[in-house]
């Protein structure tokens, strides 16, 4: 079993995360874990923070000589910006952030005891989990991305575009979208609702390409393996809604138009020309590209703020202005692909097993080939 804990708060010295249950074996590319950190803090609409900070991790236990021994990983990602201890007291908790409802249950006298540990910077831990886990994933094939499919009232175009085009398009783009047109229209947007001391929210695509069918299982609720992905998505700090192929727009349409047909040819086995499903059928993968898409709300700090009451005085004020983003879509897009990798490498772990790359290679040569033969 593949878990993490992460700890750290938005302006205290460090964010950290402890991952258990990688096999040994597996190279570990400090490069490639800072890129995934850089990645998370790209995108038009981001605030002063990420000029700020310079996200690097630190790796203090569970490699030897770049290679995995078995041993949980500690991962230690420090924060330039540190005064925690001499901030100001926050007493106007903000419309749509967990500081009202934090400061009720922890019985709480300052916001900031709350927004510290809720803020999205967390998520700079889990984005180095993923960045481990999509390497683990690499060495069985297994590919990830995200995309931007929309900010505001703006939507892409991207139909008709692979796996490799959509990934190349989105990451020259500076809202991660692989629709240039609309990546235009997307940061006149931005451009517009921070003009007006507004923010904006929209929606983000993960694409994994190269999972076996099979990972997850239908017998208990709590091993479905898309419900596992929906958990992980809707963690993802202002994600408020999570979709797996044709989504919502399959309660519109006849059972004919939407499910997959199935098909088969010997050098390929059983495949589909459509993916309406996402990838899943039953709570397991079904050996198609696994589709997940997540809507994120606008950020809840606003330049000009909505109505609040103080903590203390209860009297109407108007809600803290926090230094924060204008849109942070791309960024959670990336999150996005972070947790989606923990649990698909999760999955692969629970389903081939192995203590080893190369047992876990075995394993899975031997489990593709009973696939072939099915």
């Known amino acids: 079993m593949l878990r993490y804990l992460t700890s750290g708060e938005s302006h205290g010295r460090c964010v950290t995360a402890i991952v258990d249950g990688l096999p040994s074996g597996l ?29 690097r991790a630190e790796i203090l236990s569970g490699l030897r000589k ?15 910006d540190h005064s925690i201890d001499s901030l100001p007291v926050i007493l106007e908790p903000r419309p749509g952030h967990a500081d009202l409802a934090g400061i009720l249950k922890y019985g709480a006298r300052d916001a900031r005891d709350i927004l510290e540990r809720a803020s999205a910077r967390e998520t700079v831990a889990r984005v180095g989990v993923g960045a481990i886990s999509k390497m683990l994933l690499k060495e069985f094939g297994i590919s990830v ?19 490799g085009r959509i990934q190349e398009m989105a990451e020259k783009s500076a809202v991660r979208c692989a629709d240039p047109a609309s990546s235009k229209l997307m940061c006149k947007e931005i451009d517009n609702a921070k003009s007006d001391g507004d923010t904006l929210g929209g929606v983000f695509e993960v694409v994994i390409k190269g999972v076996p069918a099979g ?19 809707m963690s993802i700090q202002a994600i408020k809604g999570v979709s797996f192929g ?20 010997k050098q390929r086995g059983f495949f589909r020309r459509t993916n309406s499903a996402g990838g899943f059928e039953g709570g397991m993968t079904n050996g198609e590209n696994l589709v997940v898409r997540a809507a994120m709300k606008p950020i809840a700090t606003l330049r000009r703020p ?29 999150v996005g692909e972070a947790v989606a990798a923990i649990e698909i490498a999760n999955a692969l772990i629970e389903k081939i097993g192995g203590d080893s790359i190369r047992e876990m290679r075995r394993n899975f040569d031997g489990y593709l080939e009973q696939i072939k033969r099915a």
Not at 246 to 265: K, N, P, W
Request: net charge positive; hydrophobic share 40%; proline share 2%.
């Open 27 to 55: 190279a570990v590319s400090k490069k490639d874990l800072d890129s995934e950190l850089s990645r998370r803090m790209f995108g038009y609409g981001r605030g002063k923070r990420m000029s700020i900070e310079s996200d």
């Open 66 to 80: 770049g290679i995995t021994v078995g041993s949980p990983i500690a991962l230690l990602i420090n924060n330039s």
């Open 145 to 163: 991305l995200s995309h931007v499919i929309q900010i505001g009232r703006v939507s892409a175009v991207t139909k008709g575009m692979g796996f």
């Open 215 to 233: 990972l997850g299982s239908h017998v208990q609720w709590d091993r479905k393996i898309d419900a596992k992905l929906a958990m992980a998505m």
């Open 246 to 265: 044709a989504g919502f727009d399959v309660s519109s349409l006849r059972g004919s138009e939407v499910h997959d047909e199935i098909f088969y040819e």
């Open 306 to 334: 909505l109505a609040s009451v103080n903590i203390r005085t209860k009297k109407k004020v108007l809600a803290t202005v926090e230094r924060s983003d204008v849109c942070a879509v791309p960024s959670a897009g990336v």
